[in-house]
């Protein structure tokens, strides 16, 4: 008991800032009191949901075979990893429901910004510059991989 009440006076003492985070474990009534209190910001809200743990095994098979086949190139990684999605919904390891909330809606932001960014690169030919200054730049030689790599031939 004395230990805890030494762990409550620590934490008391402790003056947060703008930014600070905290991780907290608790029962689901005092997180969602957290979570409704104005002055914190919940950036993953609690939403426990019961985890089909009967499944995981297959789970876990769908997803290295889906590596597995990705990896030795037999049908293109975009369609092997949308089938295993699509497996991993039909046998039930997760639901649709699931399967939409674990979408990051960031992704389009990012995807939307960098397409554009690299068209632009490729017209005023930055990432030829940034790919030819490898030796001298290592900056040129993350982002000018990066570009290069991805950058269709012959235009």
Excluded at 31 to 58: D, I, T, Y
Excluded at 67 to 75: G, K, Q, R, V, Y
Aim: net charge positive; with cysteine; charged share 15%.
């Amino acid at each position: 008991m004395e230990a805890k009440r030494l762990a409550t006076n620590e934490i008391i003492a402790v003056r947060l800032r703008e930014g600070d985070v905290l991780v907290l474990i608790g029962d689901s009534d005092s997180l969602k009191r957290l979570s409704e209190n104005q002055s914190l910001l919940m950036l993953v809200p609690f939403r426990g949901e019961p985890k089909p743990l009967h499944k995981a095994r297959l789970a876990g098979t769908i997803m290295v075979l889906s590596t597995a086949i990705a990896a030795l190139n037999i049908i293109p990684v975009e369609m092997v990893l949308l089938m295993g999605a699509a497996v991993m919904i039909l046998s039930g390891c997760i639901s649709m429901q699931q399967a939409y909330q674990s979408i990051d809606t960031r992704i389009y932001v990012f995807i939307a910004g960098a397409i554009p960014l690299g068209l632009a690169m490729q017209k005023t030919g930055t990432v030829d510059l940034l790919a030819g200054c490898k030796v001298w730049c290592p900056v040129g030689i993350s982002i000018g991989s990066y570009w290069r790599s991805f950058s269709p031939r012959g235009s």
